[in-house]
Each structure stands twice: as structure tokens, then as C-alpha cells.
């Protein structure tokens, strides 16, 4: 449904996506996980196109979003990261607007636009303007405006930015409808936990780049069964890595310098008491000290060397 291949965008000489390439099902939910930055929003305007590619193809249905960019649009909902709302309108006749903006007309949009107010949990609501509503219901709205078409392809540019957590579990839960109901849905986040459990497959991206994709479960495989442990302080690099590496062979050096240390190891927790006598011994001062097992978050560390918020 959606066929990204080697796509290139450069704003003079910044290059904001670099080479991505992936494809998204129906019926499924796609992520982009990454931080401020890294590319996801250029990405999601070269799809909708909105932002012509320097480089690559993207074809949306069957249809190149350059050459069709028609019938790619036709079958498109975009729910953009900034909120694409008239204030002074009411939640209907900003969906209407929206409605009418992609052909809808008298009773079959009347008849969508009531039931998207269901769905969006504002029809009690309906008349009122947009200015008046909390943060929340504005990106329930915004959410709206982009399926009120019915669209088989749904664009989510970090959707639950500034919400509340209520709110948020609401979002989610309709971004799930959306992929049951069998259209297809590409999702870019910034937060892990999102990533992890709402998405059927997972493109982590920095720098514009894709440096790892596939499965939740494909994922966490890359990591193996090493955790991920964290401190800061003061270290001698070189007698620190002869250290660790004559400790456990399998260690993983990530990140090193004078005042912190990353590293992979199998079944951190029990050998933190080794790992401390050891760091001493080499004159290592350690005043704070982190785990993480498993997960998104370790993957991105590995693959970065930094924390996904950074």
C-alpha cells in the first residue's frame, strides 16, 4: 500500500532524508521512530506530496505520488503534527470542510461527518468552536478532519504531541480502528513506548537514515540478551576497556570517554557487584548508574550511541 524506495530529500546542503526505503501493509500499522529531527515529518511530506524528493520513488496504491499524484491523493488521509484546524469554524464545519475538500457532498458527508463526531468523541460538542476546546480535543479533531474521507492510506505525524495521557490512550485507540478497519497506517513517533505498543513493524530512523527495521520481536533480537548499563563519572578509556573486555569477552563497548560509559553485557544485574570492584580497581569514579534491559530504547543506544530523547 505504501512502497518507499531509496528516498532522497536535500534542503540545499542538508540532506533530511538520506537512501530511506521501506513498505507498509494493509491492515497495518508502519512506525518511524526517531528523534526531533531525524527526518520522520520530511519523510511523511515526500508520501503525501507535498515535498518533492530529491532522489527516490514513492508510490501510494500502485499510484508514483510525482507522475498520479491524483489517484495517490484521492486515497490518502494526512493528520499532520501541527494542528490543521480553523479556530473560528465548529468541530462540523471543520470536518465538513475537510469532508468537502476531498469530494464528499450533502447527505453521504452529513452522514460521516455525525459519524467521525462519534468516533472522535465530540459529538456533544459539534457546535462549538474550535477555539474553546482543550488541547486534547483539538488533536481528536485534527484526527478527524484526516478520516472523515474514509481514506484506505492514513499518514500520522506524531499525533499525541502535548497530551494529555487520557487523551493519548484515545488517539491510540482509533489509530488501532483505523488499521482494523483495513487501512493502511504509517505512524512517526518519537516515544518508545508508542512504538512498541501500537506498532506491527518499526523503522528506526536518525539523521534521515533507517539504521534498523523490521518486527517488534525482530528487533529486540538485535540486542540479543545483552542489557544495556549507564554510568557516569570519571574513567581512564583505555585501562576501562581492557578491563571490561578481559571481564566478559562478550562485552559491547558502545560509548566511552573520561566522564561516561555504555556498554552491553548478558545478565547485567548479576554482575553489577563485579563490574563496580573492577571499575575501581582502574581508578573509575562512578556517581551515577543506569539499566536497561532489552528493548527500543537499548537498540537505539547500540546503534546511536545515545538516548533517543538526546
Known amino acids: 500500500m505504501i512502497e518507499v524506495d531509496k528516498l532522497r530529500k536535500e534542503f540545499g546542503s542538508l540532506t533530511a532524508v538520506a537512501d530511506v526505503s521501506f513498505t507498509a501493509e494493509s491492515g497495518k500499522i508502519f512506525g518511524l521512530l526517531g528523534p526531533n529531527g531525524a ?18 520513488t514513492v508510490r501510494v496504491m500502485g499510484h508514483d505520488v ?7 491523493r484521492q486515497v490518502l488521509g494526512v493528520v499532520p503534527q501541527e494542528l490543521a484546524l480553523y479556530d473560528d469554524l465548529s468541530a462540523r464545519e471543520n470536518l465538513s470542510y475537510w469532508g468537502a475538500a ?6 453521504a458527508l452529513k452522514s460521516r461527518v455525525q459519524e467521525v463526531l462519534g468516533v472522535i468523541g465530540l459529538a456533544d460538542r459539534a457546535k ?17 478532519c484526516g478520516i472523515v474521507h474514509g481514506p484506505r492510506v492514513l499518514l500520522l505525524d506524531e499525533p499525541t504531541v502535548g497530551v494529555d495521557p487520557q487523551s493519548r490512550e484515545r488517539l491510540l485507540d482509533m489509530v488501532r480502528n483505523q488499521a482494523r478497519a483495513g487501512a493502511t497506517v504509517l505512524y512517526t513517533t518519537h516515544y518508545m513506548e508508542e512504538a512498541e505498543n501500537l506498532c506491527d513493524r518499526i523503522a528506526v530512523i536518525d539523521h534521515g537514515s533507517v539504521i534498523a527495521k523490521g518486527t517488534l520481536s525482530e528487533l529486540r533480537a ?16 583505555e585501562k576501562t576497556r581492557v578491563a571490561l573486555t578481559g571481564f566478559d569477552s562478550r562485552t559491547e563497548i558502545i560509548h566511552l570517554d573520561n566522564d561516561s560509559l555504555h556498554f552491553g553485557i548478558e545478565h547485567a ?15 573509575a569514579e562512578i556517581r551515577e548508574t543506569s539499566l536497561i534491559q532489552p528493548s527500543l530504547e537499548s ?7 545515545k538516548e533517543l530523547r538526546e
Not at 538485535?222 to 578509556?237: L, N, Q, T
Open 66 to 72: 510525482l507522475t498520479d499524484s491524483v489517484k495517490a
Open 269 to 283: 544485574a548479576r554482575q553489577l557487584s563485579g563490574i563496580f570492584a573492577l571499575l575501581k580497581e582502574t581508578g
Open 299 to 305: 537498540l537505539f543506544i547500540k546503534l546511536t550511541g
Open 102 to 107: 476531498y469530494g464528499l457532498g450533502g447527505t
Open 39 to 56: 527526518g520522520k515529518s520530511t519523510t511523511i511530506g515526500c508520501i503525501s506530496g507535498l515535498i518533492k524528493p530529491s532522489q527516490g
Open 222 to 237: 538485535m540486542m540479543g540478551e545483552r542489557d544495556i548499563v549507564k554510568f557516569s563519572g570519571s574513567f581512564h578509556p
Open 128 to 144: 462549538e468552536a474550535v477555539k474553546k476546546f482543550s488541547g486534547g480535543m483539538k488533536r481528536r479533531l485534527n484526527f478527524g
